[in-house]
């Protein structure tokens, strides 16, 4: 049993709406999940019982179709488990959410958007905008890192011109530094949007991965 932090409706939406029909059937048996509970079609009323049905389903799914790798060597699906800190931004329920945490020399930045936290509820009327693209990672990431002016010591050395790539990267690690408070023990499932390798100013290689969570979930003893 998990005690989940953040499910990503929309993309939860997304995936289950892709799998055959006759598919379905099949994993409904092996994950246990009533058809009538969860339905065929999108349900605009979806109880958490229905949510949490579609995610078993999805998640068997990804297993068995997908090359699911650990975030220490990420391909396009990973999971991992580390400690996680959460910072939302802005005072918008559709504003963006980050989620970083460090397990040895791999840094992890989940970023999705704040509406999908547990206990988070917005209206159905309201514009939802997806926090999930690259293009809107830079540019929150670039704000996030200039709010905190950051200038503790051994911070990442600036290169004379770095890559968009490897600029990113490098404030993805300042924001996970600046980040501040006690995280949590979590497990996840991500969609990688990003990843690379960054030195610091000790010479240590860091492995960066920027992803896009389905779910994150309170890691078990």
Same mark, same amino acid.
């Given at each position: 049993?998990?005690?989940?932090?953040?499910?990503?409706? %929309?993309?939860?939406?997304?995936?289950?709406?892709?799998?055959?029909?006759?598919?379905? $059937?099949?994993?409904? =048996?092996?994950?246990?999940?009533?058809?009538?509970? #969860?339905?065929?079609?999108?349900?605009?009323?979806?109880?958490?019982?229905?949510?949490?049905?579609?995610?078993?389903?999805? !998640?068997?799914?990804?297993?068995?179709?997908?090359?699911?790798?650990?975030?220490?060597?990420?391909? =396009?699906?990973?999971?991992?488990?580390? !400690?996680?800190? @959460?910072?939302?931004?802005?005072?918008?329920?559709?504003?963006?959410?980050?989620?970083?945490?460090?397990?040895?020399?791999?840094?992890? %930045?989940?970023?999705?958007? %704040?509406?999908?936290?547990?206990?988070?509820?917005?209206?159905?009327?309201?514009?939802?905008?997806?926090?999930?693209?690259?293009?809107?990672?830079?540019?929150?990431?670039?704000?996030?890192?200039?709010?905190?002016?950051?200038? %503790?010591?051994?911070?990442?050395?600036?290169?004379? $011109?770095? &890559? !968009?790539?490897?600029?990113?990267?490098?404030?993805?690690?300042?924001?996970?530094?600046?980040?501040?408070?006690?995280?949590?023990? &979590?497990?996840?499932?991500?969609?990688?949007?990003?990843?690379? #390798? #960054? @030195?610091? =100013?000790?010479?240590?290689?860091?492995? #960066?991965?920027?992803? @896009?969570?389905?779910?994150?979930?309170?890691?078990?003893?």
């Amino acid at each position: 049993m998990r005690y989940y932090a953040y499910v990503s409706e %929309a993309k939860l939406d997304m995936l289950f709406g892709q799998i055959p029909p006759k598919l379905l $059937s099949v994993l409904r =048996a092996e994950v246990k999940v009533d058809l009538k509970v #969860v339905g065929l079609t999108v349900q605009k009323d979806r109880t958490e019982a229905d949510m949490y049905g579609r995610l078993a389903i999805v !998640e068997t799914y990804l297993d068995r179709n997908h090359d699911i790798s650990w975030m220490s060597e990420p391909s =396009a699906w990973f999971r991992g488990e580390c !400690e996680l800190r @959460t910072s939302a931004y802005g005072a918008s329920p559709d504003g963006p959410v980050f989620m970083m945490g460090q397990e040895g020399d791999t840094v992890v %930045a989940l970023i999705g958007s %704040a509406r999908h936290l547990h206990g988070q509820r917005v209206s159905p009327e309201s514009s939802v905008v997806g926090h999930s693209m690259l293009p809107a990672l830079f540019r929150l990431v670039q704000q996030a890192v200039d709010d905190r002016l950051l200038t %503790a010591p051994g911070g990442i050395p600036r290169r004379e $011109s770095p &890559s !968009e790539t490897e600029q990113m990267l490098r404030q993805v690690v300042q924001l996970g530094r600046g980040l501040r408070g006690p995280g949590e023990p &979590s497990e996840f499932l991500a969609r990688r949007l990003l990843s690379g #390798v #960054v @030195t610091d =100013a000790q010479g240590r290689q860091l492995n #960066v991965v920027v992803g @896009t969570p389905l779910f994150v979930a309170l890691a078990g003893e």
